[in-house]
């Protein structure tokens, strides 16, 4: 993740050094979270109640799913609280 948000072709990285030393940009980095990061371009253009409004509880949050061996593959927003269809 950390290679494509640099605009290199999306590898991983050899370690050592670890990114905690070495990460995004050369600068230490925590990547523990990536849907964070995935979600701040839409929050910064589209703002906070553009996001609270895709929400299905009171938790005002979506989630983004991969999803395959399906007919339509691919990643897919949900509002959070959704439940299986199972």
């Known amino acids: 993740m950390i290679e494509s948000i640099e605009g290199k072709r999306g590898m991983p990285r050899l370690r050592p ?3 905690a030393q070495v990460g995004l940009f ?8 990536f849907e964070t990061l995935f979600w701040v371009r839409d929050w910064y253009k589209k703002g906070g109640a553009w996001f609270a409004s895709h929400a299905a509880t009171a938790a005002r ?5 991969g999803v395959g061996r399906v007919k339509e593959p691919g990643v897919k927003l949900a509002p ?6 199972n």
Do not use: D, K, Q
């Not at 600068?27 to 979270?33: A, Q």
């Not at 959070?80 to 269809?85: D, L, T």
């Open 61 to 65: 949050a979506a989630l983004v799913l």
């Open 26 to 33: 050369g600068r230490p980095t925590l990547e523990h979270n």
């Open 80 to 85: 959070a609280g959704i439940r299986s269809s």
């Open 17 to 19: 050094p670890y990114v």
